[in-house]
C-alpha cells in the first residue's frame, strides 16, 4: 500500500508538472515544446511502449491551428483547483450567477417528461418560432422559424458553420483586432484567410467605416466580415450610427457576407442599454448571418445553446454543415432555452444587468489605482475589460500572466490571444468577493 501510494504521489507530480510546463511553453515567446500536448516530447507520461500513434500522421490544417488560450489557461486552472490549489480565475466569460429559475423548471420538466429524443436538426419548433418573436419584438427582425432559424449547440458552433458556410479556400475574412482569438482559427479550419483589421483604443477599439473601406479596397477577394458587438473582449459597442456607416461602405461590396456575433448584447451598460443589430441597417438583413445564444444574458454556459438567424440560403448552408457534425442541440436544453425566451421577465434581466454594471465600475475604479495600468476605453458592454499592462515584463502580457498564476494563484488571460499584446484581459463576471480578491 505505501508503494502504491508512493506511486500515486509521484504520477500526480509528474502530471501536475506537465500541465505546467505545457501552460509555461504556450505562453513562451521561444516554446522548446511546440504542439498543444507537447506528445512527442513526454508521451512517456501517459503512452504505453506499445503504443503506435507514432506511426499516425495529422492532417496538415491542424498544424495551422492553435489552441484557444482561455480554454488552455481554464483547463489549468481547474487541474489545480483539483490537486486542492485555489486559483481567482478572471479568465473565462461565465456569469456567476445561476440561470433564472424559469430556465431550471423547465429543463427539470423536460427530464421529467422524458422529452430526451432527436429533435430536428435546426431545433424544435417552438425555440424557433420564440427566437423569432423574440427578435421580432426586441430588434424589429422578422425571420422565418422554419427556414430562417438555425439552434446550435452554443453560439460558438454557430459562428464556425457560418464561415464554413461562406468562405473557403482563396477567401478573404476580415476580422477586426482585438478580436476573439476562436476567429482567426474557425476561418483558418476553413481554409480561408483572415485578414486581421486593427482598431485603435482612441477610438473606443471600434471598427471605423475608413478602416473597413480601406481594408476591402486592398484584399478583393474578401467573402465575409466577422463583426463582434459588444466586443470581446474589449466591450467596446458600436452604436445605431456607427452601423449605418459601416453599413454604408459595405453597399459598394455585395459580394461581402456579415457575421454579426451579437452573444453579449443584452449585457449593455450605456443609457438606453440597447445594442442595435446588424441585420437591422439598411440593406444588410439579407447578408447578415446573426448569432446569439443562451450562455452570457441567461448563465447557461454549460447547457450550449446558441443560433443563427440569417436569410434561407445561408440558414440552409449552415444546417446541412450541422446535419453532419452534431445533428440537433440537446432536447432538455431547447426547452430550457424556450422558457429563457418567454418565461424569464425584462425586471430579471435588468437586475442581472445592473450588477454586472456595478462589478465593472468597481474592476474599472481599482485599476485607476494602480500605477502602470492604463484603461484607455471603458467599455458599455460584455463583461471584460482590456487594461494595458506593457509598462510591466517589458510588454510580455504572456509572461506577467504566467507569473501570477504561479505566485498569486490568480488568472487572467494575456492581451497577445486577443491580438493585442500588451494587454490582459480580465473577465468581472465573477463574484464581487473573488474581484476584490483578484484587484
Known amino acids: 500500500n505505501a508503494t502504491k501510494e508512493t506511486m500515486a504521489r509521484l504520477a500526480r507530480g509528474a502530471f501536475s508538472s506537465f500541465l505546467l510546463l505545457n501552460f509555461a511553453n504556450a505562453f513562451s515567446p521561444h516554446p522548446t515544446i511546440r504542439t498543444p500536448l507537447h506528445q512527442e516530447k513526454l508521451g512517456r507520461l501517459y503512452t504505453s511502449s506499445s503504443d503506435t500513434t507514432n506511426e499516425i500522421t495529422l492532417n496538415p490544417l491542424v498544424s495551422s491551428v492553435k489552441m484557444s488560450k482561455t480554454v488552455e489557461i481554464f483547463s489549468l486552472v481547474k487541474q489545480m483547483e483539483a490537486d486542492g490549489i485555489s486559483v481567482t480565475s478572471l479568465c473565462v ?7 433564472p429559475p ?3 423548471d423547465a429543463a427539470i420538466h423536460a427530464v421529467q417528461s422524458v422529452d430526451t429524443r432527436y429533435t430536428a436538426v435546426a431545433g424544435t419548433a417552438p425555440l424557433r418560432s420564440a427566437i423569432v418573436q423574440d ?96 466586443s470581446n473582449p474589449t466591450g467596446g459597442v458600436h452604436t445605431a450610427s456607427r452601423l449605418q456607416e459601416l453599413a454604408k461602405v459595405l453597399e459598394e461590396y455585395p459580394q461581402v457576407a456579415i457575421l454579426a456575433d451579437e452573444i453579449y448584447e443584452r449585457l449593455v451598460y450605456t443609457e438606453d442599454g440597447v445594442c442595435p443589430s446588424f441585420a437591422s441597417m439598411p440593406g444588410m438583413f439579407g447578408r447578415t448571418m446573426t448569432v446569439n445564444g443562451f450562455s452570457k444574458a441567461y448563465a447557461m454556459t454549460g447547457m450550449r445553446l446558441g443560433y443563427m438567424a440569417a436569410p434561407a440560403p445561408l440558414a440552409k448552408a449552415a444546417t446541412t454543415v450541422q446535419s453532419q457534425i452534431t445533428s440537433c442541440a440537446g432536447s432538455i436544453s431547447q426547452a430550457a432555452g424556450v422558457a429563457a425566451l418567454t418565461n424569464v421577465s425584462e425586471e430579471e434581466m435588468e437586475a442581472n444587468v445592473k450588477i454586472m454594471k456595478e462589478k465593472r465600475d468597481y474592476v474599472v475604479g481599482e485599476l485607476g489605482k494602480m500605477e502602470g495600468v492604463t484603461l484607455g476605453s ?21 509572461e506577467l500572466c504566467l507569473d501570477l498564476l504561479k505566485k498569486k494563484e490568480l488568472a487572467i488571460v494575456p492581451g497577445e490571444s486577443f491580438g493585442a ?13 473573488e474581484l476584490q480578491v483578484a484587484m
Open 93 to 99: 466569460g461565465e456569469p456567476d450567477f445561476p440561470p
Open 102 to 104: 424559469a430556465v431550471l
Open 135 to 230: 427578435l421580432k419584438k426586441r430588434k424589429g427582425l422578422e425571420y422565418n422559424p422554419q427556414t430562417e432559424i438555425v439552434v446550435g449547440n452554443g453560439a460558438k458552433q454557430c459562428v464556425y458553420q457560418g464561415v464554413l458556410a461562406t468562405c473557403g479556400p482563396g477567401d478573404d475574412v476580415i476580422v477586426p483586432s482585438p478580436y476573439w482569438p476562436s476567429y482567426p482559427e474557425m476561418v483558418a479550419l476553413a481554409g480561408a484567410n483572415a485578414v486581421i483589421l486593427p482598431t485603435k483604443v482612441s477610438d473606443g477599439y471600434l471598427l471605423t467605416p475608413d478602416a473597413l473601406r480601406s481594408t476591402l479596397e486592398s484584399h478583393p477577394n474578401t467573402k465575409l466580415l466577422i463583426l463582434c458587438n459588444p
Open 378 to 398: 471603458v467599455p458599455d458592454g460584455a463583461f471584460y475589460v482590456l487594461p494595458d499592462v506593457s509598462a510591466f515584463y517589458n510588454g510580455d502580457d504572456a
Open 421 to 433: 499584446p500588451g494587454t490582459v484581459r480580465i473577465s468581472y463576471a465573477t463574484s464581487m468577493e
